[in-house]
């Protein structure tokens, strides 16, 4: 066939090193940059398959997110807009790690499994981050699509959640919006306008908010929608990429990790601040208070801002309507018990990871998830969102119900539900504030984050831990839950736990409790108890203090 030799052709452009083994993870393929030239071409070839196989069209998004600039990477997107299936993952590693002389007997594997007609036209959407070596690696990208025949979008510089909108807007024929740049910006800041509007004469410094570019894409893009905004959000954008290094000493990440400001961010006390990360799909805020002291609020204070927002909304509109958070064994047990004791929310705990929350999250009306580190978006279902649109337009409904409606109805349209979205996840913090009139200080004290710790202990083999209940308890090795057991009931508030990572051999522990220190003496005495009875490697771990 024609079409193979065009893909044996072009592939020897692309040659893949020797015995490189690459595996595609919840983040796609993430590497450094100089050893991705063929996965690229290759992610081209796999995204036609799938489109001819869907036909819909497909996202391929060139980014590493927050990972240092040398890396790159890659992430593949699915007809409405999400990740793609577990089946096509695994695909994606066979086809990567394909060595050269294979790749055709790879490709035609794929292509008789999922029974592909090759004669089906096939879209692929290409975008990519600010990284120099996107430049070159999107071509890649672009090669492999034409090589197997099929048409190319190239949308250029855009954030991950630009290009996951594109593509459930373009699938959707339109009704999810306009699969432009220009047509997200007008959907987004139309709702957050309309939003604002609710929001009882804000001064100008209630509408200030300092944001960190993570000198990545998210800042370029920012900067393009600020005159969308018309004046009704001002923003002072810092680390936006015209001197400083992607994700050096800023980000979300750096942020969230270091729990302390981004280098190169003016912060005067009690002011809004916020900072997206490299390929700008999370956001955390935070503030510094008149004691100089740094207070951070991470991706379960945001779903508690909005879900709080959302269920005033829906008793405001008298809407039946089932709305729940999902959260990770990484929420701080402060979030759980807010929503569940004093607002009365369902809260779901599931395995981390984000294709784990986005899942359980389309199981109700509407699903707010959020990881710890500002990874997040909310779905609303079908049937949600009819109801909130019949209100929004029914004649008879009163005016305290209406207006309810109308504010749901706008949220709705700010929000970015194919993915978490820093841009868009900013727009609705901004407007959820204006509207309830609230500081930050005052968000921030809504509940107070238990202190907790967490740590890695190396071990030969993480395989040997096994957990279930959403990874909150261990069924193996022998005896180490009990021990964790033991050991939290000596602490007041207490709870810990205890995972495999998922990328490399360590054993991750989490622990909680009412003061720092018991947090860190429990955390302490469960790495101990890991070491001890799941193979630990080197020496014992060392208190904290």
Known sequence: MAQFQEVSKQSGLHPKPAGLVLQYGTAGFRTNAKLLDHIMFRMGLLAT?????????????????????????????????????????????????????????????????????????????????????????????????????????????????????????????????????????????????????NASNCTDDQKHLSVDGANGIGALKVREMESHLKRELHL????????????????????????????????????????????????????????????????????????????ELLTQAGLDLEIAVVQTAYANGSSTHYLEDTMKVIVRCTKTGVKHLHHAAKEFDIGVYFEANGHGTVLFSKAAEEKIQ??????????????????????????NQTVGDAISDMLLIEAILAIKGMTIQQWDSIYKDLPNRQ?????????????TDAERRAVSPTGLQEAVDSLVKKYSQARSFV???????????????????????????????????????????????
């Not at 996107?134 to 630009?162: H, I, M, R």
Request: hydrophobic letters at 35%.
């Open 49 to 197: 398959l799938r489109s001819k196989k869907t036909k819909a069209t497909i996202g391929v998004m060139v980014t590493a997110s927050h990972n240092p600039e040398e890396d790159n990477g890659v992430k593949l997107v699915d007809p409405m807009g999400e990740m793609v299936t577990p089946t096509w993952e695994g695909y994606a590693t066979q086809l990567a790690n394909a060595e050269q002389e294979d790749l055709l007997a790879a490709l035609k594997d794929i292509i008789e499994k999922e029974a592909i007609n090759m004669s089906q036209e096939a879209n692929v959407f290409v975008g990519k981050d600010t990284r120099s070596s996107s430049v070159s690696l999107s071509e890649a990208v672009l090669d492999g699509v034409s090589a197997l025949g099929g048409q190319s979008k190239d949308y250029g510089l855009v954030t991950t959640p630009q290009l996951h909108y594109m593509v459930c807007c373009q699938n959707s024929q339109g009704k999810y919006g306009e699969a432009t740049v220009e047509g997200y910006y007008k959907k987004l800041c139309k709702a957050f306008i309309q939003l604002t509007k």
């Open 236 to 311: 002072s954008l810092f680390n936006d990429g015209s001197t400083g290094k992607l994700n050096h000493q800023c980000g979300a990440d750096f942020v969230k990790v270091q729990q302390k400001p981004p280098t190169g961010m003016q912060m005067n006390s009690g002011e809004r601040c916020c900072s997206f990360d490299g390929d700008a799909d999370r956001i955390v805020y935070y503030y510094t208070d008149s004691e100089g002291q740094f207070n951070l609020l991470d991706g379960d204070k945001v779903a508690t801002l909005i879900s709080t927002f959302l269920k």
């Open 390 to 415: 019949q209100l929004a337009e029914d004649s008879n409904t009163n005016d305290e119900r209406k207006r309810a409606a109308l504010l749901l109805q706008n949220t709705v349209n700010v929000i």
């Open 455 to 467: 740590l890695k202990v190396k071990v030969s083999d993480r395989r040997v831990i096994d957990t």
């Open 499 to 545: 995972r495999p990572s998922g990328t490399e051999d360590v054993v991750r522990v989490y622990a909680e409790a009412e003061t720092q220190e018991s947090a860190d003496a429990l955390a302490h005495e469960v790495s101990l108890a890991v070491y001890r009875l799941a193979g630990g490697v080197g020496g014992e771990p060392k208190p904290l203090h």
